[in-house]
């Protein structure tokens, strides 16, 4: 029942892992918080690592209260697959707005990777964000998510934030030309489209800006353009 977020994370055996084991299932929770979810300071992370304790037990049962987990740690499964997803929203964004290989490693048991649709979405993304091309699908949609988690962290939104505001903007008014047969990529292209578009338009801006100071040093009476000086 983990397999799909466990290979979202490459987890080194999502196929394997069984958590009724005991020694597993303690390292495994170490994995989860050193790789993945980093709550604790790196120094404060000695009790849970000290998977050979008696005391374990009570320091995973104060380390779900600590990330506010609904789960006790009675409820092994239903805690572990909260962690989970929680590392998974960590891991691809806390908005959860995309998570290009959670979803596509959702439809590895069908036809989902190889459909057409799919891959023609997937080009078009590439294209969009000017991603060089790649036989594989699935490693082009990789690198189209690394490029989303550096341009939509929160630090990266904050940056933008703190240097110019923008009027909120509906997605659904903004047709983006294409389908790749889900609404959260969908979703994620539409704002990645607006976002080249913002670019585009602030380097004209700034083009504009330096053919007006060019222009304002030749028409300068004292500038001989043709001696290329400036002034006498």
Known sequence: MFRRKLTALDYHNPAGFNCKDETEFRNFIV????????????????????????????????????????????????????????????????NGMFCGEYIVLERKGGKGVNNPDFKAGVMALANLLQIQRHDDYLVMLKAIRILVQERLTQDAVAKANQTKEGLPVALDKHILGFDTGDAVLNEAAQILRLLHIEELRELQTKINEAIVAVQAIIADPKTDHRLGKVGR
């Open 31 to 94: 994995w989860l918080e050193d790789q993945k979810i980093r709550h604790y300071k790196i120094e404060d992370r000695g009790n849970l690592r000290n998977i050979h304790s008696s005391d374990w037990p009570k320091f995973f049962e104060q380390y779900l209260r600590d990330v506010n987990c609904p789960f006790k740690i009675q409820d092994r499964q239903e805690a572990i697959d909260w962690l989970l997803g929680l590392a998974v929203r960590l891991e691809y964004g806390d």
